[in-house]
């Protein structure tokens, strides 16, 4: 039998995000869920849904209204800014995410590094801000509006190229360290502005991923500037970062930042184990085999395995394949229901 | 010849699988100090060492080939134990792999005038749609340091020009990377392209990238998956025999 809901979503999210008592754990995205299915449902493709307002309020909604889940989140990429801030970009076609040319650079080091005039009213940017005022108007007394401002460590790939800058900081961890100082302005002033347009939460993804860097170096170029964002931004923070981030979840959970949105290559149990209740986890769906390429019952299965552990907010781990079959989007929210009923009603 | 480089006895403690211990181990013992010199700087991404090193090395009679084995090829060896066991990451790999550069660059147009036929050729590309190329390029130079020839076809590769590249160097192998899970479905779409052109059964696919797994290179159709650059050459190699 369901469990009685006695929250609106917004209610539900914003209580797991504070460590609050939830009537169920929401159903969270904090990165994307669109896809070209709901793309074309209501007339909002990529790439034309990142650069106008109207269509990408239109297709973030779908992620309330038709997937049922209990946010919304009108930043689907990751590269926004990047495109305000000057970077080349790729935009790509309807079932294909736009992206930076990091293999040319805008940047080659922290005297570059500056927030261009006008940023806030570039089209990519504002694109966002408009979407999350309308949204809020539409949906915000119910919904929970997620923003997104990238961090510093992803916009320095976008600005220096991904090789530049991992070269820089081993070559440089002082150059290094400025030139995260000065983007970590950027991440602020996009930030405050989703949150006067009435974005409720924001994520917080900054790449410093398991694939690629060490708990050591999150720990050494990331943590302190993780933990001003919190001081800095003043609505809960999701922190996202993907790969394998057991090594440095014991620092992230330092920070202070509300949740982090973690990835299905770290076991749930021991993610728990890992933050020992210093922070919320959302996620790890896996997005690749289990919801791209699997069906319903596996996803049941995923969610089920999460909320065993005890993850406080479900969601996928990542941004979704764009070609993801709606049926298993759709089984997250009904599994959870399920869930909570057999669990929770007690 | 005992290792007798204090360093690089010390790297070689974190080879610990039986195996690669006997195998790297016979590398260093056959080396002279002077390549497991160059082994240890490449480790540790001290490039213009290693430029210097090689230059000497062929300055004293070393042959271009024991360089490469017993000097650069040894210590990616290490590299890559070290990097697929979380003991280092992507930058350290990358001063590597810059050190490595430093050296071929002296080696390379020795090898290449030296008329050895390469062992296999292969096509490199990251998938459409997707602009990142570290884990492929270094698949890249360790192919080519192992004895392929690899046409790179860089990053946001359709699947036509990998068909087309095929057909054009009648390459043994093809190897993917993506690494995005948003990119990763373009994996299997280039798979099928192959399949629809009607060449699926002449070509050996390989694929990797950080979020790609054993599982989803067999759901994707393809013949083998590399977690690392050293398991990308193990798989070339593999495929190359089976398609004999």
């Not at chain 1, 106008?52 to 946010?71: C, K």
């Not at chain 1, 974005?199 to 933990?227: C, M, N, W």
């Not at chain 1, 990542?318 to 089984?331: D, G, M, S, V, Y």
């Not at chain 2, 990616?76 to 930058?91: E, H, L, W, Y």
Request: charged share 25%; hydrophobic share 40%; with cysteine.
């Amino acid at each position: 039998m369901p469990v009685a809901e006695t929250m609106t979503p917004r209610q539900r999210v914003l209580a797991a995000l504070a460590g609050r008592p939830v009537d169920r754990p929401p159903v969270a995205n904090p990165t994307n869920v669109m896809t070209v299915e709901l793309m074309d449902l209501v007339d909002a493709p990529f790439p034309d849904a990142n650069r106008d307002p109207e269509m990408n309020a239109r297709l973030a909604a779908t992620g309330y209204t038709e997937l049922g889940f209990d946010s919304i989140t009108p930043y689907f990429t990751i590269i926004q800014e990047s495109s305000a801030l000057g970077c080349e970009m790729q935009w790509e076609q309807k079932d294909n995410w736009p992206t930076v040319r990091m293999a040319r650079p805008i940047w080659s080091g922290p005297d570059d590094v500056h927030i261009p005039k006008g940023f806030l009213q570039h089209q990519d940017t504002r694109t966002i801000i408009e979407s999350i005022r309308i949204l809020k108007r539409e949906y915000g007394r119910e919904v929970a509006i997620i923003g997104k401002t990238m961090g510093p460590w992803t916009l320095a790939y976008h600005v220096f190229g991904v090789e530049k800058f991992l070269l820089m900081s081993i070559d440089d961890p002082d150059t290094t360290m400025r030139c995260l100082e000065k983007l970590k302005e950027i991440s602020v002033v996009f930030g405050l502005a989703q949150i006067e347009a009435g974005a409720d939460a924001l994520t917080f993804p900054d790449h410093a991923t398991g694939d690629l860097v060490s708990g050591e170096y999150y720990r050494k170029f990331l943590q302190e500037i993780h933990t001003e964002m919190v001081d800095r931004l003043p609505v809960p923070l999701i922190l996202h970062i993907c790969g394998n981030t057991l090594d440095r979840m014991g620092y992230i959970s330092q920070t202070g930042m509300a949740a982090f949105h973690f990835d299905s290559r770290n076991d749930p149990q021991k993610a728990m184990d890992a933050v020992g209740g210093r922070i919320r986890l959302a996620g790890n769906l896996n997005n690749p085999v289990t919801l791209y390429s699997k069906g319903p019952e596996t996803v049941r299965e995923e969610v089920y395995r999460a909320l065993e552990a005890g993850v406080q907010i479900i969601a996928p781990e990542c941004a979704i394949p764009l070609r993801t079959k709606l049926e298993n989007l759709l089984e997250i929210p009904a599994a959870v229901k399920d869930w909570a009923g057999e669990r929770m009603a007690t | 010849m005992p290792l007798t480089h204090e360093g690089l006895r010390q790297e070689f403690a974190y080879v610990t699988r039986e195996g690669e211990r006997l195998h790297i181990g016979e590398a260093f013992e056959r080396a002279d100090p002077l390549m497991q010199e160059i082994s240890y700087n490449l480790i540790v991404g001290g490039h213009h060492e290693v430029d210097r090193l090689v230059r000497d090395a062929l300055g004293r009679g070393f042959s271009a080939n024991t360089i490469l084995d017993d000097g650069l090829i040894a210590g990616m060896a290490i590299v890559g134990v070290k990097f697929r066991d979380n003991i280092i990451f992507v930058p350290e790999v990358l001063i590597a792999a810059r050190a490595m550069k430093a050296g071929m660059a002296h080696l390379e147009p020795i090898l290449s005038a030296s008329g050895i036929e390469p062992i296999g050729t292969v096509i490199m590309g990251t998938v459409k749609g997707d602009l990142h190329d570290i884990g492929k390029n270094l698949c890249i130079m360790m192919l080519r340091g192992a004895g392929f020839t690899v046409h790179d076809l860089g990053v946001d590769t359709k699947p036509q020009q990998f068909i087309d590249a095929v057909v054009e160097h009648n390459a043994q192998v093809v190897g993917m990377s993506a690494l995005l899970t948003t990119t990763m479905p373009n994996m299997g779409k280039t798979i099928q392209a192959f399949e629809e052109a009607g060449l699926r059964d002449q070509v050996r696919i390989m694929v990797g990238g950080a979020p790609v797994n054993a599982r989803f290179a067999e759901d994707m159709g393809a013949d083998g998956y590399g977690a690392n650059a050293i398991e990308c050459v193990e798989r070339a190699k593999e495929l190359v025999a089976a398609s004999r």
